[in-house]
């Protein structure tokens, strides 16, 4: 099997870490050699979070190269275009079409772009939805990660029964039942 490159990027707080480590989690019960990388910005502030998965049969080294992601899955949108160039040709971005400002837009220094999704599409293979309203019906927002990743993992190689497990043995036990819930939404979308 050819390695697969996965990204997951984010603003500090919205479980980029957590989701890289249910990733990685289901790559070693597949089998696989996984290498995760953890790239922090300003976290604690809200500042940019990049972290890579990459499994195969091999895998030498941590980091995805400049178009060399198979999937970006993309928490923010702003994140998500931010970090396009690292996405193949055939690649899927699946992006939160949710807004978090900047701290440069936050003190009046830059301005969030307009139309952010559309110039993803023109590029791009592009998967969106507004996990955070999604995951508030649930009845906690915070799930709303597992729900852009149950998206994403319609293009990765497990059942959905190897995610459940794993996501059983990572997340808090009180917050299994909705994490499932949450994935189960997007899986289906």
Not at 78 to 103: Q, T
Not at 116 to 132: C, D, G, Q, R, S
Request: glycine letters at 10%.
């Amino acid at each position: 099997m050819e390695t697969k490159n996965i990204m997951i990027v984010g603003v500090g707080g919205q479980g980029t870490l957590l989701t890289s480590r249910v990733l990685g989690g289901l790559a070693i019960a597949g089998g696989y050699d996984v290498k995760l990388s953890e790239v922090h910005g300003m976290a604690q502030r809200g500042g940019s979070v990049v972290t890579f998965v990459r499994y195969g049969e091999n895998v030498a080294e941590p980091i995805v190269e400049e178009g060399q992601a198979d999937v970006i899955i993309a928490f923010e949108r702003l994140e998500a275009l931010r970090y396009a160039h690292f996405l193949k040709k055939d690649g899927a971005l699946v992006v939160n079409d949710w807004r978090i400002d900047p701290m440069p837009v936050v003190i009046g220094a830059a301005q969030y772009p307009d139309h952010i999704i559309e110039t993803l599409k023109e590029n791009h293979k592009v998967y969106t939805v507004n996990a955070t309203e999604e995951a508030k019906k649930l009845g906690n927002s915070r799930v709303f990660n597992l729900i852009v990743l149950g998206i994403a993992a319609q293009h990765m190689d497990f059942t959905k029964e190897q995610w459940y497990e794993v996501i059983e043995k990572t997340v808090p036990p009180k917050t299994v039942e909705i994490n499932k819930k949450a994935f189960d939404v997007g899986y289906q979308l």
